[in-house]
């Protein structure tokens, strides 16, 4: 075999590492015969490994398909439906599903495992042939050519192997070696795209190796000095890079390294960063303080945006340099001032004026000269914030220099022309203090000037340095923009609920998800079942599909095709009612103990209305096997939204009296849970007559208006140190918000929303599972009913868990159900959605589209849960579902606005929402003429808003003003707003104190 069939074979192995052991060892004529082959063995290497990919995905596409007739053979002999089958093996991506642990799936199938052990890499043969090039090609320049062909591009952008190159170069002369080094150095070339696992050039992990190995010293090339920033170093790696003495002075000369760090953030400190590693080496002694601080600053001086000097002025302030170290680059910070980008110039002037208040020798002294040359400088700028620190930073070198006042009049007199008012008055209060220390030429040029300010700034310095007097206007009344309102929707009318008559009525609603369905079938169902069973069991014959074998029902269409099935063909499936497998009639199992035979789910594995829903298929099924199904269900609503005429009510129940039948328990519940808000005086008449217990709690319910209204609160849990994935995994330390305000700044992932509902006449010790109601000795079966029902009642008001984790249980599976559930306390059911806002199905999130809008259109009080669900949607964007829900309670004049304003101001404060974005949603609603909810949602997020301009005023805060004083004025508001008043009785006259204080004169109008 000749050498080159051995490097050939070594190459088809795909390891990198043995063709570099075996090329290392080749003499020159060895080397030469494999160089000489290596360019014509491309295609054949790339046609090899396609040759078994095509294979591999032969093989693999045959063992698929088998395991899938496998799965559908065993799903179908455990009676899975056809449809459950096909959606189980498309939810898995072809692989079936684990049936409950009872198929083999994938990943735990060893025999599968060791015939497919992973995906054969189709660019296996890439890193071997590199190494080949680089061990055996004679010259520097063309093992880079050869490096850097286009043939080894890679599908998978997976990075090349670097070790084996350099153990297969190892053997060259050390000058060949280097010479390498720095070719490979000057091709390095800054990749606009980049996937994760790439590095930014595919030769520089080679390059920097090289490089480090040989000790040479890199070339002058900015693209390496770019690639090698770009990689977030450590304080650990980077203290042992050996090129780090060599490469971080450039990192402030070369273009474009400001631009690639521009994201890194000194706040927080992230350890994998260059600022966090600057840092720590810096305060270690291994990089200098000075060698830094003088890079920031000759980077400032070279000029660029802002956006490439934003790392360097970050890295400045993070070093945070002492008097001294300012007062050694004052004359470069002065220079700056005129000139710089404005963070540049920013901390410029703030680090000159800290060093001018502290300075106590001429050592320090900053040169009177040089600071009135860049006050005059600075003066002329646009930022209207820099000029008045510049301003008052003059205000303090005029009061130690008077006699410089007159060469600065200029620049004063520029500064009387800046468009911000705020600079305008304080230069004038500036001149006014100062009016003795301007000579003739000084105030000449301050009259001259005086002539573009506002009557009121200009006769204040009139009255000092002289001119004429300007007749101060009236204030004219801001025009009122002509305003047509849009006509709001109405929520859409009730309409009669459909009840099947037929049985083939009932056959065609068979397997429907759609709540309003599903009830119509049960409804129909049960009265048929009564009265045409006969005719009821021929349209249901082509519908009697087995329910699973195994596992938990948590759908109402398994607990469907279950009843069918029964109904059919009563025994079939022979299964123990009492022994945990459904409820009986009267709400309780025989043995409690054997619950795990149970097919439904445990409580804690779907969510409280879900469970309702559950329970009362389970308590039908359970009354057909045993034979004491009532002729009728009392819960099938009379309305669309779910609800049930009282009326309706009272009669079902005097039918179920006439044939002496009790009520199932959770229907029982449900009937009561849909009564409509307010008293029926025909019902609540006839009610009085009934005999039954369930008549009676009926009666009871009736007069007294339905079940009491709970109290939903809303409080947030924070988490200060928590990453954004902890609400999957245990609570992490943390407090409820409410209690103390956290030091840290919140985002918004650290803090989590959680409901508490408080029933009005409900006790903890009144809340009894249904499924654990005792038999007393002389209670009735009616009466056990009732207990059950009201039980299953209380269930509903017990507050849901903190967060769901995704994956884990059947939460919100049914959640188009939740509003029928409980049609007149939608307030109730927004508690139980909270915790699934961030859950999602197929179609997307749980709690969106049209559940606001069954919110919207559902009965009772609105409070701190449902304003939580709007505001969360509505603050990424306005979709039409979102607006609706939020049109259809302005209809009815149920929007919580101010808990909604208030929620709006939270999030604005803590900057999870920007205020344009707010701007955005309170417009929406001003267009439909709703002044006065907006106004009230404005109003209560006003504090929130104003709690954050402390400091520089956030964007768009000034314009919301505006935009508050606008919608004020048109719902004619009055009050006051203590935010508002404290913030405009501060000193000055910023643009946000002005508009405070016409919108405080605004509210204070009677």
Request: glycine letters at 8%.
């Amino acid at each position: 075999m000749t050498v080159w069939e051995e490097v050939r074979d070594l190459i088809g192995t795909g390891d990198a590492f043995k063709v570099a052991a075996r090329v290392a060892a080749l003499d020159d004529a060895g080397r030469r015969k494999v160089a000489r082959e290596l360019p014509g063995h491309i295609q054949e290497a790339r046609r090899e490994v396609e040759r078994r990919l095509r294979e591999y995905g032969k093989e693999y596409d045959r063992v698929r398909l088998a395991r899938g007739e496998a799965y559908k053979r065993f799903a179908r002999e455990r009676g899975v439906p056809e449809h459950e089958i096909h959606r189980r093996w498309a939810e898995t991506l072809g692989w079936g599903g684990d049936m409950e642990d009872t198929w083999e799936g994938p990943r735990n199938n060893r025999e599968y495992s060791r015939a497919f052990p992973s995906t054969f890499d189709a660019d296996a043969w890439i890193d071997p042939m590199r190494v080949a090039g680089a061990g055996t090609l004679p010259g520097a320049a063309a093992v880079v050519a050869w490096l850097g062909r286009s043939d080894f591009e890679r599908r998978h952008r997976s990075a090349d192997l670097v070790e084996p190159v350099l153990q297969a170069v190892a053997t060259r002369p050390a000058e060949w070696q280097a010479d390498l080094a720095v070719r490979l150095a000057l091709r390095v070339r800054v990749r606009r795209e980049w996937w994760e696992g790439d590095p930014r050039d595919r030769n520089l992990p080679l390059t920097l190796a090289l490089l480090g190995r040989t000790g040479v010293t890199p070339p002058e090339h900015d693209p390496l000095v770019v690639v090698w920033a770009r990689t977030p170093p450590t304080a650990e790696r980077l203290r042992e890079d050996p090129l780090l003495d060599v490469l971080l002075p450039r990192l402030f000369q070369a273009q474009g390294v400001g631009r690639a760090l521009r994201e890194e953030r000194a706040d927080p400190l992230a350890a994998e960063s260059w600022l966090g590693a600057l840092h720590t080496l810096a305060a270690e002694g291994r990089v200098s303080r000075e060698a830094l601080l003088e890079g920031c600053v000759g980077r400032f001086l070279r000029g660029g945006g802002a956006t490439d000097l934003r790392f360097f002025a970050r890295l400045h302030e993070l070093l945070e340099p002492s008097p001294a170290e300012v007062a050694s680059r004052a004359a470069d910070y002065l220079r700056l001032l005129p000139v710089a980008p404005g963070p540049v110039a920013e901390l410029s002037l703030r680090h000159l004026r800290h060093l001018d208040s502290v300075s106590r020798d001429d050592a320090t002294d900053l040169d009177s000269d040089d600071v009135s040359e860049a006050l005059s400088g600075l003066l002329f700028r646009a930022e209207s914030g820099l000029v008045r620190s510049g301003l008052a930073w003059l205000d303090r070198f005029l009061q130690r220099e008077p006699e410089r006042a007159g060469e600065l009049a200029p620049a004063l007199a520029s500064a009387l022309g800046h468009e911000a008012p705020a600079v305008q008055e304080r230069a004038v209060r500036l001149l006014v203090g100062h009016a003795a220390a301007f000579g003739p030429l000084g105030a000449e040029a301050v009259r001259d000037a005086s002539g573009q300010l506002p009557a009121g700034l200009s006769n204040r310095l009139v009255a000092v340095f002289g001119g004429d007097l300007q007749e101060e206007p009236e204030p004219e009344p801001e025009p009122e923009e002509p305003f047509v309102p849009t006509e709001l929707p109405a929520p859409p009318p009730a309409t009669a609920f459909p009840v099947p008559r037929t049985p083939q009525q009932v056959a065609a609603l068979f397997g429907k998800k759609d709540w309003a369905e599903a009830e119509g079938f049960l409804g129909g169902f049960v009265r048929l079942a009564a009265g045409d069973p006969d005719g009821l069991r021929d349209a249901l014959a082509a519908h009697s599909e087995r329910p699973p074998a195994q596992g938990g029902w948590t759908s109402p269409e398994c607990w469907g095709a279950a009843i069918v099935a029964e109904f059919v063909d009563p025994g079939a499936e022979p299964l123990e009612t009492g022994s945990g497998f459904g409820l009986p009639a009267d709400g309780r199992p025989e043995s409690p103990s054997e619950s795990p035979w149970t097919r439904l789910p445990g409580r804690d594995e779907v969510c409280a209305p879900e469970w309702l829903v559950l329970r009362r298929h389970a308590e039908i099924l359970v009354a057909l096997k045993e034979g004491v199904l009532p002729p009728l269900l009392l819960a099938t609503p009379t309305l669309s939204t779910g609800h049930l005429d009282p009326v309706e009510l009272v009669a079902r129940i005097e039918e179920l009296e006439r044939a002496g039948v009790q009520p199932l328990p959770a229907d029982l519940a449900q009937a009561l849970l849909r009564l409509p808000r307010g008293a029926d005086p025909v019902a609540v008449t006839r009610a009085a007559a009934l005999t039954s217990a369930a008549g009676r709690e009926t009666a009871r319910r009736l007069a007294g208006n339905g079940l009491p209204d709970p109290v939903v609160t809303v409080r947030r849990f924070c988490a200060p140190g928590a990453g954004p994935d902890w609400k999957l995994e245990e609570d992490p330390a943390g407090h409820w918000l409410d209690e103390r305000e956290p030091k840290e700044t919140l985002r918004a992932w650290q803090t989590l929303a959680v409901a508490s509902i408080t029933p009005s006449d409900i006790t903890p010790s009144d809340i009894t599972p249904s499924d654990c109601v005792a038999e007393e000795a002389g209670t009735s079966a009616g009466e056990r009913t009732v207990r059950a029902a009201a039980s299953l009642i209380a269930e509903l008001l017990v507050s849901p868990p903190r967060f769901l984790k995704e994956g884990l249980g059947h939460h919100g599976t049914l959640i188009g159900w939740w509003p029928g559930v409980m049609p007149s306390h939608r307030e109730v059911i927004a508690a139980h959605m909270v915790p699934l806002r961030f859950r999602s199905d197929w179609t997307g999130g749980l709690v969106d589209g049209p559940r606001l809008t069954d919110l919207a259109c559902a009965q009772g009080p609105v409070g701190q849960a449902t304003s939580l669900l709007l505001v969360e949607r509505l603050a990424p964007s306005m979709s039409v579902y979102r607006r609706r829900a939020v049109q259809y309670l302005l209809a009815t004049g149920d929007l919580p606005a101010a808990q909604m304003g208030a929620e709006f101001g939270e999030r604005v404060r803590r900057s999870w929402l920007s205020i344009p974005r707010f701007r955005t949603i309170m417009e929406d609603a001003v267009c439909v003429g709703t002044h006065r909810e907006a106004w009230a949602m404005v109003a209560a997020a006003l504090p929130g808003l104003l709690a954050v301009s402390g400091g520089r005023p956030p964007e768009g805060l000034v314009d919301f003003l505006a935009f508050a004083r606008q919608v004020a004025r048109r719902a004619k508001a009055t009050g006051e707003i203590p935010e508002v008043t404290a913030v405009a009785g501060r000193k000055g006259s910023t643009q946000v104190i002005r508009e405070c204080r016409a919108l405080r004169d605004l509210l204070s109008v009677p």
